[in-house]
């Protein structure tokens, strides 16, 4: 029962849930900008490492 799904809440949360949200390290974030990031991240380094 204690099952709540996103679509059976009918109110927004609070500021106080979404802070300690925040305090767990649970934020979102997408999945693209990840890969994207890590992507420009290996890419910087073989671009580095390619000049010595």
Request: hydrophobic fraction near 35%.
């Amino acid at each position: 029962m204690a099952e709540d799904s996103d679509a059976d809440k009918s109110e927004e949360p609070t500021a106080h849930k979404l802070e300690k949200a925040r305090e767990k390290g649970q934020i979102p974030r997408s999945r693209e900008l990840t890969s994207m990031l890590m992507l420009g991240a290996g890419l910087a380094i073989l671009w580095v490492s390619g000049e010595s």
